[in-house]
């Protein structure tokens, strides 16, 4: 089975980038999109998921804002929405999207950016801590269950390309990294690093200033984490740099699994 995390940047801005071409080329199962920034109605005249795939939409009360979106052509059903943090406890801002597929779990993930202001950032803390707490029902479970999307965070100093130009960067903050050491300490897996352990990348995201895109000087801030029961039936993973560079300023993110 294939699973797809990606953040669009725009869901409409990503269809008229060339998303249906990716969608095709990638051939995925299950896809868990992040920021899609648009409710169903707000879609182009005559534009349509693939015909063969069920869709759930979160978005944001806030239009134009943040929001996830999940498809799926193996069956999906919807198991919850939010995580009932202490900032935001109806999840008016579309961050998590709970679905099953058969015996898999999708958790699709937006989490905060905090680098527009102190107050932000301290949402973000916030947000972490109950997520942390939250997500711990998951780790035990005999069933394969996997979190993906944009965690806006940069676990390590090969999960960005210039780490010591932003250890003041939210992002990169060390608190961040910390607690990003601690969530994976419950009992996650961060496949893409197990994967590519000791390397330099690969990244997932890069700024539009520059030529950071040019340059492959980006971050790593988008996951596919598993649990254990999940690890097991891991195959390989892998980031499609090309669709970072046409369709959003991140890049999909490609699991494979053994069921």
């Not at 868990?32 to 169903?40: C, G, I, M, N, S």
């Not at 799926?72 to 801002?93: A, F, L, P, W, Y």
């Not at 010591?164 to 939210?170: F, I, L, V, W």
Request: proline share 4%; aromatic share 10%.
């Amino acid at each position: 089975m294939r699973i797809v995390t990606w953040n669009l940047n725009g869901i409409r801005a990503a269809s008229r980038k060339g998303l249906d071409d990716y969608i095709e080329k990638i051939d995925s199962d299950i896809w868990l999109f992040q920021e899609v920034r648009a409710l169903p109605e707000q879609m182009p005249d005559g534009w349509m998921p693939p015909k063969d795939h069920d869709v759930i939409w979160h978005p944001a009360q806030k239009k134009g804002y943040s929001g996830v979106s999940t498809w799926s052509r193996v069956g999906i059903s919807e198991q919850g929405r939010g995580i009932s943090t202490t900032v935001d406890m109806e999840d008016s801002e579309g961050r998590v999207l709970h679905t099953k597929h058969g015996n898999l779990h999708c958790i699709n993930i937006y989490l905060p950016n905090g680098g527009a202001n102190v107050e932000r950032q301290r949402f973000k803390d916030k947000w972490l801590e109950d997520l942390l707490i939250w997500a711990k029902k998951f780790i035990d479970i005999d069933e394969p269950v996997l979190l993906c999307g944009d965690l806006n965070i940069a676990h390590t100093e090969n999960d960005i390309w210039n780490p010591s130009g932003n250890r003041n960067t939210s992002g990169f903050l060390e608190h961040e990294r910390e607690w990003f050491t601690r969530f994976l300490a419950t009992g996650w897996y961060d496949l893409l690093r197990i994967e590519y352990a000791g390397k330099k990348g690969p990244y997932s995201w890069w700024s539009n200033r520059g030529q950071a895109r040019t340059l492959n000087r980006g971050w790593r801030i988008d996951y596919i984490l598993a649990n254990e029961a999940a690890y097991n039936v891991f195959d390989k993973i892998s980031i499609l740099r090309e669709g970072g560079l046409k369709v959003s300023d991140h890049a999909p993110m490609i699991v494979d699994l053994k069921i």
